[in-house]
């Protein structure tokens, strides 16, 4: 098992930026893919983006291309986010979660990751 702790969300205008990081501990981070999920009020928990367990692979919701931006430093045992171009539609609560996988994997169906962060809330105002 692995500790996920999110931060960084907060209030932006949109056509703004922000940087989500995902803090890991316990479990070697390293064996873990990693994914970043947002779910808004009354929807369904959604991909936004993943990487594998070294960073060479990533992958992106059609939503989200071309403005996010998924990367993972292993030393620091942390993850991070970088959304620009933000919309009205990115306001929702973005989750971390990790998946033990194989060194190539990534996976966008929630139902693969065993452990999530509590979450970090992100508005975008119009």
């Known amino acids: 098992q692995v500790q996920l702790v999110e931060s960084g969300g907060g209030l932006v205008q949109a056509g703004g930026s922000l940087r989500l990081s995902c803090k890991a501990s316990g479990r070697t981070f390293s064996n873990y893919a990693i994914g970043w999920f947002r779910q808004a009020p009354g929807q369904e928990r959604e991909f936004v983006a993943a990487?594998?367990?070294?960073?060479?692979?990533?992958a992106y919701a059609d939503s989200v291309t071309g403005r996010f931006t998924i990367s993972r430093d292993n030393t620091k045992n942390a993850v991070y986010l970088q959304m620009t171009g933000l919309k009205p539609e990115d306001t929702a609560v973005y989750y971390c979660?990790?998946?033990?996988?194989?060194?190539?994997?990534?996976?966008?169906?929630?139902?693969?990751?065993?452990?999530w962060g509590q979450g970090t809330q992100v508005t975008v105002s119009s």
């Open positions: 979660a990790a998946h033990r996988t194989t060194y190539y994997t990534i996976s966008q169906v929630k139902t693969e990751y065993g452990d």
């Open positions: 990487i594998t367990r070294g960073g060479e692979r990533t």
